[in-house]
């Protein structure tokens, strides 16, 4: 008999051999990161997956957080690793699924950063899902003119960057620590701009991509430093951004990627959600 339920987490063990069929290049000890409470919270599940009789054969996994968005706290519910066994999808359990996921939006804001092909991003829409992004810039580290006038101090160095910090920032520093994830600083004369990036791959291009910003005017102002010193310092090929946290700048020197992210709400808009914080993105060691 087929049954839907709440994935606790002593449900890992069940479901691991299906995320294994998601991805086999993961070790065990990553996949139970999602099985995990990493940022708090009251929510005593990590998904909902489908058993039949006591055999795995479908999940959704679900990273739970609670953010102050314009003010105001917003529980926020990331969307991760849907995945259901060929031989099940007829049978509508991904639907069956999806469907207990988006009965949450009446108190959540859902969000998915990596929803899959065209295919499942239907399936999604037809649920009310919206796009949050449809292309990420990956912005070249060209040198101008303008790495010789306009100076600023990038840190990479774990004791200066705390030590800039404010509270809501240093907040979200120690949330992310364990992550493999990159934390920088631009230093200023009268202020600074933290970012969250972790290293990735686009078009085969070895990549940084930012999930995080803290000051985007100081970010812009020093945008070609940023790109061009950051690249240099990590020996990669550029720096990966998701459209929406261009803010509406024109990047010379970018290249357009495609990316799918979506997002369900009843309380928040698409320039509302500003990062990708407290998601798989960060706590998973792929994409």
């Not at 009251?42 to 968005?69: C, P």
């Not at 990047?251 to 500003?274: A, E, M, P, W």
Request: hydrophobic share 40%.
């Amino acid at each position: 008999m087929l049954t839907v339920r709440k994935a606790k987490a002593e449900d890992f063990e069940a479901i691991y051999p299906l995320l294994q069929e998601m991805d086999s290049s993961l070790a065990k000890s990553d996949w139970q990161q999602l099985f995990v409470t990493h940022y708090g919270g009251s929510e005593d599940y990590f998904g909902y997956a489908a058993f039949d009789q006591n055999r795995a054969v479908g999940f959704m996994g679900l990273i739970f957080s609670e953010r102050l968005i314009r003010g105001k706290p917003e529980k926020i519910c990331n969307m991760s690793t849907w995945i259901v066994k060929k031989e099940y999808r007829k049978e509508g359990v991904g639907l069956s699924i999806l469907s207990e996921v988006v009965s949450l939006a009446n108190n959540y804001t859902i969000t998915g950063l990596n929803p899959g092909n065209k295919a499942v991003l239907s399936a999604y829409k037809s649920f009310g899902y919206k796009e949050l992004d449809t292309i990420s810039k990956i912005l070249l580290p060209v040198p101008t003119l303008s790495l010789l006038f306009n100076k600023c101090s990038i840190e990479l160095n774990p004791d200066i960057v705390r030590r800039c910090l404010n509270d809501k920032d240093l907040k979200f520093y120690h949330d992310h620590l364990k992550f493999r994830c990159l934390h920088f600083v631009i230093k200023t004369k009268d202020n600074y701009c933290y970012f969250i990036a972790k290293k990735t791959k686009r078009k085969n291009m070895p990549l940084a991509e930012i999930h995080y910003i803290s000051n985007f005017d100081v970010f812009f102002e020093f945008m070609p430093q940023i790109r061009f010193l950051v690249c240099l310092r990590l020996g990669i090929l550029g720096l990966l951004m998701d459209e929406r946290f261009l803010m509406g700048h024109n990047i010379k020197y970018s290249i357009n990627c495609s990316v799918r992210r979506i997002f369900l709400s009843n309380t928040l808009g698409r320039n509302d959600i500003t990062d990708n914080l407290y998601t798989e993105l960060l706590i998973l060691p792929v994409f």
